[in-house]
């Protein structure tokens, strides 16, 4: 059973960057197909990218086109998620998930100066 | 880009009752090589992250119970709730992954107890 791990809390202030990581551990990492998701507080989920660690591209939503890095470290069976230029409005809970079904348990991040 | 529409946005049923909320995506979700709907659906609970109830539009995750099903085929598709308990409030997504790792998710309907 894939279980996924994510990075702690984070508050960062605005025009900084931040990057988030998501531990795989339980299946083939490789061959898996991992994506990230962003929620703020009261509203829906929001695709930001995603990533086949055995094809290596990343495919990332327009809206955060040139904000986003999305990478995997096969080694360590980690993906990780890195924005960009944040705003408050990136103020959210940012999950990893993998297609097969399992989340991450979302991380925190606060953009406040 | 797939663009997945839901509706109710919010549903109120009685204990014991049958819930429905649909989903309807810009274009069809059947991969004609292999006859799947390339379809989900997720549950999520206030501070939890999303849970996988059902995927292939009708196929129920190990362990989620039966009280829960998903139908429909090529742009519509439903989530049924035979009988609502109250540990079933909570949101509904409904999730394409026809172009993965793009993937896009329905608004959310959120579902209370009359």
């Known amino acids: 059973q894939v279980q996924l791990v994510q990075s702690g809390t984070e508050v960062e202030k605005p025009g900084s960057s931040v990057k988030v990581s998501c531990k795989a551990s339980?299946?083939?990492?490789?061959?898996?197909?991992f994506y990230w998701v962003r929620q703020a507080p009261g509203h829906g989920l929001e695709w930001m990218g995603g990533?086949?660690?055995?094809?290596?591209?990343?495919d990332y939503s327009q809206k955060f086109q040139g904000r986003v890095t999305i990478s995997a470290d096969v080694s360590t069976t980690t993906t990780y998620l890195e924005l960009s230029s944040l705003r408050s409005e990136d103020t959210a809970v940012y999950y990893c998930?993998?297609?097969?079904?399992?989340w991450g348990q979302g991380t925190l991040v606060t953009v406040s100066s | 880009d797939i663009v997945m529409t839901q509706s109710p946005d919010s549903l109120a049923v009685s204990l014991g009752e049958r819930a429905t909320i649909n989903c309807k995506s810009s274009?069809?979700?059947?991969?004609?090589?292999?006859?799947?709907?390339?379809l989900a659906w997720f549950q999520q609970k206030p501070g939890q992250p999303p849970k996988l109830l059902i995927y292939?539009?009708?196929t129920r995750e190990s362990g989620v119970p039966d009280r829960f099903s998903g139908s429909g085929s090529g742009t519509d598709f439903t989530l049924t709730i035979s009988s609502l308990q109250a540990e079933d409030v909570a949101v509904y997504y409904c999730?394409?992954?026809?172009?993965?790792?793009?993937?896009?998710f329905g608004q959310g309907t959120r579902l209370e107890i009359k």
């Open positions: 998930a993998d297609i097969r079904g399992p």
């Open positions: 339980g299946g083939t990492f490789i061959n898996s197909v």
């Open positions: 990533l086949i660690p055995a094809l290596g591209t990343p």
């Open positions: 274009q069809s979700l059947l991969y004609n090589s292999n006859n799947k709907n390339y």
């Open positions: 292939w539009a009708s």
């Open positions: 999730q394409q992954y026809y172009n993965a790792p793009s993937i896009t």
